[in-house]
């Protein structure tokens, strides 16, 4: 997949985007990527990598000294403006900002998807000041999750679109520290989504505020390692 293959899949997709997005699982997901990120951003100059409309992004933006989203899709990015966020129109390939120029530069959901995972993880390991903080997130091939990804149908995301179209690579941790450039060291994980099967649980009244709980102690425990969305923490040699 190019970037303008990407772009147009992202593009039918953002219209139906925050449909779910507002409660249950989806919702839980990303109270818990803020509070992966949020001590990291505070007064810190911040990037997001694949900000989409911005549901991230507006709760880390006010932490931060500065804070700028990037993706490739404009239909996206139409909604993060709405929120009257600072965003821009590129890639995960060709970040355009200056060397050493962020303090934390994280991404959520998308780097899965970049086939050139390896450019990626370059061009925001130069982005990074010296000393600076990486949060990426991973599709978990030591997971639940992806044993579920491969036996269910691909999901629609828009009208003549589903998942099948896009590029998704679910990756191990080892085959993650091993790409990530010479300048970066690796300095531990975090996990999300370790044991839940149907995510519509999250949903259900009382039960689903108890499954919440649940996972949270899972993704403190050693057991984050089997998250289907695993985020690899790093650091920017001084």
Known sequence: MNNEQARRYYNAFSGGYELE????????LDERS?????????????LEVGCGTGLILKEVAPLADYAVGLDISAGMLSHAKER??????????AIPFPDNHFDLVYSFKVLAHVPDIELALREMARVLK?????????????SLRYLIRRIRPALEVGEDTDESQMFTRFDDLSELKAKLPENLNFTGTAGLRVATVLPQVFKLPALGQVWAGFEQLLSASPLK?????LVVLAQKQS
């Open 84 to 93: 009257e966020l600072n965003v821009i129109q590129s890639s995960a390939t």
């Open 130 to 142: 010296p000393g600076g903080r990486l949060a990426l997130e991973f599709y978990n091939r030591r």
């Open 34 to 46: 803020v509070s992966i990120v949020a001590p990291l951003a505070e007064n810190a100059t911040v």
């Open 21 to 28: 997005r507002h409660q249950g699982y989806h919702r839980w």
């Open 225 to 229: 390692a089997f998250g289907g969305f």
